[in-house]
């Protein structure tokens, strides 16, 4: 079974380990978005295993829909049909039911969703989701939530967070009937749950108390960078992150810029995953230790210097700012996998730089460094 170990602390920061069926996860983590089970422009798993990526980050609602939960299942589970053999995340489908809000409908149920491919209806719900991610085989498994669009009216959060405690305990069961099957891909699967409650912090407080009782290999905090400011974020870190078990894993959902990840890990975060150094890529925004950088600028036409001067990645060791920006101009798909490589290669540095720091009982200094200048653009 999983092991966490906390192995150094730092105020709220932790430094640990977490063992796994997979292989060890050293944290704090970033995973690596892997939608449909790769990177987006063109980024593979071998490239991912040059940059430092510990765990990969594959959508369960996604997948299912094409190219099916079951033909995974034939071909081995997800591990050996991407040809990735370290831990691998998967969502339960929860954040659609915000993403997708015009294309679902809530029950005690479950969600039904229209599929965006064809139109399809689709119905998800614990069992469904469970099933998706036991026939994918990840390393860890996300309990299927209702991901709370903010700010929302306090009564109907109330109602939601019961909701989705009482499909927590539908996940649980169903996750122990799969892991029982003979024919599971991992029957070691964990199950992580995840916390609700908006912007209300004596609902995420209640909530998380809650599901900590049912004492899961992991927790996680849903609902957050999803219409809140920053700062109101950081509160809610601020209520919630005491009360999460000491001796779990602590999971911050779809967060975050190297910022929110500094601010992250200050209030005690362990895991942390988002699409914003892929999006940002797609239009050459990179970030580096001096700053961010948007390549398409007029004042990198002749700049035959790296992206930054400080990084090993792909990207650095080989191309100035200048070609990679007249490929972006040119629209030439490797301006977009250079840059992704990039961001990708300076989130794990990040992570790692942040768990020497603790290690060294450093952070605090770490912190009040990078917590301003890793939003700001470079000179």
């Known amino acids: 079974m999983a092991r966490f170990t906390v192995l150094k602390t730092e105020g709220a920061a932790r430094r640990a380990r977490f063992e796994t069926v997979h292989g060890v996860i050293e944290t704090p983590v970033f995973m690596n978005v892997a939608t449909s089970a790769a990177i987006r422009g063109g980024v593979s798993t071998a490239d991912l295993e040059e940059i430092g990526c510990q765990v990969a980050l ?72 469970m099933k998706v991610q036991s026939d994918l085989g990840s390393t860890i498994a996300m309990a299927f939530d209702e991901c709370i669009e903010n700010p929302s009216p306090y009564d109907y959060v109330e109602r939601s967070i019961e909701r989705t405690t009482r499909w927590l305990e539908r996940c649980m069961r169903e996750n122990e009937r799969l892991d029982s099957l003979p024919d599971t891909p991992n029957r070691e699967q964990l199950l992580f749950g995840i ?126 700012r200048a070609y990679i920006r007249h490929l972006l101009k040119a629209d030439e798909r490797l301006g977009m996998r250079l840059c992704i490589l990039h961001n990708l290669y300076f989130y794990n540095d990040l992570m790692k730089k942040i768990r020497d720091a603790i290690e060294a009982g450093e952070f605090a200094a770490f912190y009040q460094k990078y917590r301003v200048l890793l939003g700001e653009l470079a000179p």
Request: one cysteine or more; hydrophobic letters at 35%.
């Open 58 to 129: 594959c959508n369960t609602y996604h997948l299912n829909i094409r190219p099916g939960s079951e033909l995974i299942k034939r071909l081995g589970g997800l591990h050996k049909f991407m040809d990735w053999h370290a831990p691998i995340l998967t969502d339960s489908g929860g954040f659609q039911v915000f993403s997708l809000a015009k294309r679902r409908k809530i029950t005690e149920e479950g969600v039904r969703f229209t599929s965006y491919i064809d139109g399809a209806s689709i119905f998800m719900g614990p069992e469904e989701s």
């Open 195 to 320: 916390g609700q409650g908006g912007v209300y912090c004596d609902l995420r407080v209640r909530h998380m108390k809650q599901i900590a009782a049912f004492d899961l290999p992991g927790y996680a905090i849903g609902g957050l960078s999803v219409g809140e400011s920053a700062q109101e974020m950081y509160r809610v870190l601020d209520a919630v992150c005491p009360v999460m078990p000491f001796d779990k894993p602590r999971y911050l959902m779809g967060v975050g810029t190297p910022v929110n990840i500094v601010e992250g890990v200050f209030r005690g975060v362990d895991f942390f995953d988002c699409v914003f150094p892929l999006k940002g890529a797609q239009h050459g925004n990179v970030y580096t230790w001096e700053g961010r950088r948007r390549l398409v600028a007029e004042r990198y036409r002749l700049d035959d210097k790296p992206i930054s001067e400080s990084c090993s990645c792909p990207a650095c060791r080989r191309y100035s």
